[in-house]
């Protein structure tokens, strides 16, 4: 069975905190996203990734940095946690880029 | 701007009862057209897609959606839910080859008894 695992289901820091949220694959997939998920927002694409070492920007980047340095596992780094990035972050990998993508459980953060 | 509408924030439905859930798209292009659903606490779980082809399209758990490029939707049905398809549907759409996906804002879906 496929899985997408996120290593935090909740995690509560401080503002001015740097966060990691990790996420690894264990299908092979190419592509990797994260996701923000907002009440009355739906999902937002925060960064995608096609290969190791490679990352592209999604639609609200600022603030988030991400990091892919092998194939299965793609980072989320929140390097000045603010109380606007309290949300739930998504994972998602896909075998082809517009093809099926399969979600991790989500981590939901807190900044207080 | 491309954007993708789900115009249901919240729908309450009897158990038995058919369900029907409204997506709308503007985009220039013919999109790829996809619908989610997540259960509480969990992540998304595809239920049915839209690439080409047959525009009513079948899905897992008894779901169905038919595309209608006239109108720009791609409305989810299903005859008759059960207690179970309560949860959050959210309809997603691309158009471009790097799979940036637009995600309407969800409904979600109370079922009673």
Redesign the interface.
């Given at each position: 069975d496929v899985k997408?695992t996120q290593s935090s289901r909740y995690l509560v820091k401080r503002t001015g905190e740097k966060v990691f949220l990790e996420c690894v694959q264990d299908m092979d997939h190419e592509?990797m996203?994260w996701?923000r998920q907002d009440p009355?927002?739906?999902?937002?694409?925060i960064y995608?990734s096609?290969d190791v070492k490679m990352k592209?920007k999604?639609?609200i980047p600022e603030g988030y940095s991400v990091s892919r340095e092998k194939k299965e596992r793609f980072s989320l780094i929140l390097e000045s946690a603010s109380t606007n990035q309290t949300s739930m972050y998504?994972c998602?990998s896909?075998l082809?880029?517009?093809?099926?993508?399969f979600?991790?459980?989500?981590s939901r953060l807190t900044v207080l | 701007a491309q954007s993708v509408t789900q115009p249901d924030i919240h729908i309450t439905v009897s158990e038995g009862a058919s369900l029907e859930l409204r997506c709308n798209y503007s985009y220039g292009a013919t999109p790829y057209l996809f619908w989610y659903v997540q259960s509480p606490g969990q992540g998304l779980q595809l239920l049915l897609k839209y690439f080409s082809g047959d525009t009513l399209v079948q899905g897992i758990k008894g779901f169905e959606a038919e595309f209608k490029r006239s109108q720009s939707s791609f409305n989810l049905r299903k005859p008759s839910v059960h207690w179970s398809d309560a949860a959050e549907y959210f309809c997603a759409v691309t158009t471009d080859s790097w799979g940036k996906f637009q995600f309407g804002a969800g409904t979600q879906v109370v079922v009673t008894p």
């Open positions: 997408v592509n996203f996701y009355g927002l739906g999902l937002r694409l995608f096609y592209e999604g639609d998504l998602a896909s082809v880029p517009s093809g099926e993508l979600f991790g459980e989500g | -």
